[in-house]
């Protein structure tokens, strides 16, 4: 339910006049959090991550009426191309088809808080598998 509530609040947020995206920035900023705690010994990656996902620039764009079609594209094949970079070998099926699909989506006349409801959900499902794996990983380790 609570989980339900999160995502119905984010898309009457994105969905409301004017636009609300404080719940939106919030979920970037822990999307990129999540992401850097995968390299916790690469500064140098967790750089690039904070770079692609530049909070404050996207807040910028967002409160200026300036963030276009070809941003949020643009946003959302970086976050695709880091779950890639991330996932186990056993998800690449999974994640190519996730790929194709997020990105049919933009050949189509899109709802901006539909796609991003979707997406978003879809990104957190894949990286709470990811997690799942990693953890397999850890104990099996720790079991030999």
Same mark, same amino acid.
């Given at each position: 339910?609570? /989980?339900?509530?999160?995502? #119905?609040?984010?898309?009457?947020?994105? %969905?409301? @006049?004017?636009?609300?995206? #404080?719940?939106?920035? *919030?979920?970037? $900023? #822990?999307?990129?959090?999540?992401? !850097?705690?995968?390299?916790?010994?690469?500064?140098?990656?967790?750089? &690039?991550?904070? @770079? @692609?996902?530049?909070? %404050?620039?996207?807040?910028?764009?967002?409160? /200026?009426?300036?963030? &276009?079609? $070809?941003?949020?594209?643009?946003?959302?094949?970086?976050?695709?191309?880091?779950?890639? *970079?991330?996932?186990?070998?056993?998800? #690449? =099926?999974?994640?190519? =088809?996730?790929?194709?699909?997020?990105?049919? &989506? +933009?050949? *189509? =006349?899109?709802?901006?808080? %539909? +796609?991003?409801?979707? +997406?978003?959900?879809?990104? +957190?499902?894949?990286?709470?598998?990811?997690? =799942?794996? !990693? &953890?397999?990983? $850890?104990?099996?380790?720790?079991?030999?």
């Amino acid at each position: 339910i609570m /989980h339900k509530a999160f995502w #119905d609040n984010l898309q009457t947020e994105l %969905d409301s @006049g004017p636009i609300v995206f #404080d719940q939106l920035l *919030r979920l970037l $900023e #822990d999307l990129r959090d999540t992401l !850097i705690k995968f390299v916790p010994n690469r500064p140098d990656i967790q750089e &690039e991550i904070r @770079g @692609g996902i530049d909070i %404050d620039l996207i807040k910028n764009m967002l409160i /200026h009426n300036a963030f &276009e079609k $070809e941003d949020l594209y643009k946003l959302a094949t970086y976050i695709i191309s880091l779950i890639k *970079r991330f996932q186990p070998p056993v998800m #690449d =099926e999974k994640v190519e =088809e996730w790929e194709k699909d997020m990105l049919m &989506e +933009f050949e *189509r =006349e899109i709802k901006y808080s %539909d +796609f991003l409801v979707v +997406f978003f959900k879809s990104v +957190f499902n894949m990286i709470d598998t990811i997690i =799942e794996y !990693i &953890e397999i990983s $850890e104990a099996e380790l720790n079991n030999t």
